[in-house]
């Protein structure tokens, strides 16, 4: 085992939709901090005040359902939120999050039910793994292309780095 | 061989003869539309990239319709960007107020069979009505497919629907979708693409096929598309869209096919617990409603609002319900006036909107109060997706909807007899 990383957990259900994670009516503040204040207002309205940087949402199906709406992933990394488990992602959220920089990892329904919510679990970078009682869950590594992404930080930022690339070759 | 039309038109866009499911393939867009609500954070995103130029200014589609006419003071600045990025990128193709996405993009022609389409919005898998592979993606996404012209792709399963028999009287497109929703469930198709036929498909109408398809991620579908046939080559025809990437699959190869026979389908309702809590119309008649719609992407088309002035017509909707119409084109808008449907909508005591998405996205235009009840023909019914978190929707097709307008509360569509 490498280093590991105290981490708590924010866990939650089925079918948390992109309207649940930041409804309609903050989508037009300019102010992508204040908008994260209204985060998960619906299901778990202490979430914004109360989650830390390197905190983990720990969900069930489908999360992320519903809307394009990018803000969902992004209020969740502006407070601090790089990786999510869940047993499944709805598609365009789960694009959204690696495009962003978040890890979204899927799980297995029998990994969910070992997490309990507001405990805390360790995380091993180096590993890839979470140890949480006493069990050590091993989290898929992404394909080569998709971690390319994660590793730039976000699409734009590899996007960017391409274009670089293939200026240099020119 | 055995490509799914999925498979076939994702290897043509990424200039390999066939792809599998789990292949990640870079694929080449043809058309890439942006709305107002995330025009800011895609010009914002791209211009953080060092491309100066967007890829091909004649593939991209700007529209304005989500926050039509204005909702707030941050709307008008939403159009000026739009507009100004229109003008520096040169693109041509920008409608203000003119329609919703999803039926403007089939009108203008923008989206032909074979195409690949990507759109900020969900219900993108629409235009898979016209055998295009089309699917919603976010800012960040779309601002680098803007820069490169490409994305991408997983190569998704296909699930395949194979559709038999014919619908009865009272039964419409929006409860074959319902149907589908109770058997995959709001998730059964996540990552995948939906494919469907059948010997029933050639008497569904294109508008039948982009309801169902605009549904299609209701169910967590990447896409949902039909192959196309002599009614997508009409419709092409008359809208002048291209046909030039058109493919086909023979025999394809589905990781499951689900058989329906129309003719066991019955008039559906989305509860208000979520799109895939699906029953029967006949489970939930008599509860009391207070807004019925009919409109949106899903079901605001013409073909719809005839059914819907055919039971309204010399009738008159109930003092407590608010029944709203809201065409989802002004080329539809236009018909219903020219044809006088839109004074049977008045006199039945109905609002008549502009074209726009707000109701369905509870923002303006019919926003619910906490203890209202509404039937809506849309797409959506999370908890607060029309208004207060406490609100209850019912989704229904449209002939359901304004037999329920009628008598005040739910209603089946035969209520006639």
């Known amino acids: ?170 | 061989m055995s490509q799914t039309l999925t498979e076939k038109i994702l290897a043509r866009a990424s200039g390999q003869e066939s792809v599998s499911p789990g292949d990640i393939v870079d694929v080449s867009v043809n058309t890439a539309f942006i709305h107002d609500v995330f025009i800011s954070g895609v010009v914002e995103e791209f211009s953080k990239l060092p491309h100066k130029q967007v890829w091909n200014p004649n593939s991209i589609v700007l529209i304005a319709d989500h926050e039509v006419p204005a909702v707030s003071e941050w709307a008008g600045e939403c159009y000026k960007t739009m507009l100004r990025f229109a003008k520096t990128q040169n693109i041509k193709r920008i409608h203000i107020a003119e329609g919703v996405c999803h039926q403007l993009i089939p009108e203008k022609g923008y989206v032909g069979p074979g195409m690949v389409l990507v759109g900020t919005d969900s219900h993108t898998t629409t235009h898979g009505a016209l055998g295009a592979f089309s699917t919603g993606i976010g800012t960040t996404e779309m601002a680098a497919v803007l820069a490169t012209g490409k994305i991408w792709l997983k190569v998704p399963e296909t699930i395949h629907f194979e559709l038999s028999g014919s619908l009865s009287k009272g039964v419409y497109a929006k409860d074959i979708v319902l149907s589908m929703l109770q058997i995959l469930g709001a998730e059964g198709a996540t990552y995948k693409a939906i494919e469907i036929t059948g010997s029933a498909v050639k008497n569904l109408t294109m508008a039948d096929r982009l309801t169902i398809c605009n549904m299609g991620v209701e169910m967590g579908a990447k896409n949902a598309l039909f192959a196309p046939d002599d009614h997508t080559m009409a419709y092409i025809k008359s809208s002048g869209g291209d046909a030039s990437n058109l493919v086909n699959a023979e025999s394809p190869r589905y990781e499951r096919t689900i058989q329906m026979n129309l003719s066991e389908i019955k008039p559906m309702l989305a509860f208000p617990k979520g799109v895939d809590d699906v029953h029967p119309v006949e489970e939930a008649i008599g509860t009391e409603i207070h807004e019925a719609f009919i409109g949106s992407c899903t079901n605001g088309r013409y073909e719809d609002f005839v059914v819907a002035a055919n039971i309204l017509r010399g009738k008159k909707v109930p003092g407590h319900v608010r029944l709203i119409i809201t065409p989802a084109s002004m080329h539809i808008y236009k018909r219903l006036i020219e044809d006088g449907l839109a004074v049977d909508f008045i006199n039945s005591g109905a609002m008549i909107t502009n074209p726009g998405c707000g109701l369905c996205y509870g923002k303006h235009g019919g926003v619910l109060s906490e203890t209202d009840v509404a039937i809506a023909s849309n797409n959506r019914n999370f908890p607060g997706r029309l208004g207060h978190k406490n609100s209850q929707v019912y989704l229904a097709s449209p002939a359901t909807v304004a037999w329920s307008a009628v008598y005040g509360k739910i209603a089946a569509p035969d209520s006639a007899h």
Request: net charge negative; glycine share 6%; aromatic share 10%.
């Open chain 1, 1 to 170: 085992m490498g280093e590991t990383i105290q981490t708590k957990v924010w866990k939650f259900t089925d079918d948390i939709d992109t309207d649940q994670i930041i409804a309609t009516q903050y989508l037009v503040n300019p102010d992508i901090n204040d908008m994260a204040q209204y985060a998960m207002e619906i299901p778990k309205p202490e979430f914004a005040s109360s989650v830390q940087t390197g905190d983990i949402i720990v969900a069930r199906n489908n999360f992320g359902c519903g809307s394009s709406r990018e803000q969902a992933p992004l209020v969740l990394k502006t407070l601090g939120v790089n990786m999510i488990l869940a047993v499944s992602f709805a598609r365009i959220f789960y694009r959204n999050c690696i495009n962003l920089g978040i890890r979204p990892y899927e799980i297995k329904r029998s990994q969910y039910d070992l997490f309990n919510d507001q405990s805390t679990v360790t995380f091993d970078p180096k590993m890839n793994c979470i140890g949480v009682k006493n069990e050590t869950i091993r989290l898929n590594p992404f394909p080569p292309f998709v971690e390319s992404i994660l590793a730039a930080g976000g699409l734009i930022a590899h996007v960017t780095q391409q274009f670089n690339a293939n200026q240099e070759k020119k």
